[in-house]
Each structure stands twice: as C-alpha cells, then as structure tokens.
C-alpha cells in the first residue's frame, strides 16, 4: 500500500489543502458540498490507490482549504481545482465528482476539456440562478 501525502499550496488566494496517495495515472477525487478530501475513505479510495494516482483537494471553504472572500462559486473551485493540478505538473487525468464535486467537475471539464481525459459526476446539480422547480411549492 503506497503511502498518504498531505500538503497545502497557496493558489488563487487561498490555501489548498490536498492529499495524494497511490501511483499510476492520475484520479482527481472531488468531494462534495459540506464535505472534504477525507470522505474518499468511505467512497473506495483504497481500492482507487491500487491502480491510480490518487489527488484529493479539499475545495474552498471545506476542510483544511482557506476561504478569505467567503465566497464559494463551483466555477471558482474548478479553477482552483485546475490550478492544483498546474501546480503537481498533471496536465491530464480522469476524475470522480460527487454532488458539489460534480459541478466542480463539469466547469472544468467546460473550462479546459483537454485536461478532463474521462469523468463521472455523481449526482451535479445545476441551479443556473433560480431555484429547481420542484422547490417553489415549499416555504
């Protein structure tokens, strides 16, 4: 079993944290809202590191991540998601998203779909401004 890194990077005015874990080609796992990179322990990141190379940030605001602005888009996150993967030299990976995650994953897979090689959103929930109608008939 190859052993977990854990570090922090600063990117886009923040503070990432990330852990790595695994070799082969590259997984980007992506977490979701509320939720941080340690949730993969409950999602097969064991059984992901025995064939890849796992990368797992905490996005920001979740987890060990910082969050001056105090403000969260997915598009933002995916951004800083992408500079990660700059910064650890990954120009192309595959990828997991579940929920917020997922959203993380479709912005930037629509932002730089060269890096994106193939990826599963669990579960994305677009809004586009306006809440999902279903919700309108609750107080």
């Not at 079993?1 to 874990?21: C, F, K, R, S």
């Not at 064939?51 to 940030?57: E, K």
């Not at 500079?83 to 993380?104: E, P, R």
Request: hydrophobic letters at 40%.
């Amino acid at each position: 079993m190859h052993a977990m890194n854990t570090a922090t990077v600063q990117l886009n005015g923040i503070d990432m944290h990330y852990t790595t874990e695994g070799a082969g080609d590259p997984l980007l796992l992506l977490h979701g809202g509320g939720g941080c990179s340690e949730d993969w322990v409950y999602a097969g990141r064991d059984q992901f590191a025995k064939q890849y190379l796992l990368v797992a940030p905490d996005a920001r605001g979740h987890g060990r991540s910082s969050n001056p602005p105090r403000t969260i888009t997915h598009r933002q996150c995916a951004l800083d998601t992408l500079a990660l993967l700059d910064h650890l030299g990954i120009q192309k990976c595959k990828a997991v998203g579940l929920s917020m995650g997922g959203n993380i994953l479709l912005h930037m897979a629509t932002i730089q779909p060269s890096r994106v090689d193939a990826m599963v959103a669990v579960s994305p929930c677009i809004f586009q401004n306006k809440p999902a109608p279903s919700c309108a008939r609750f107080p």
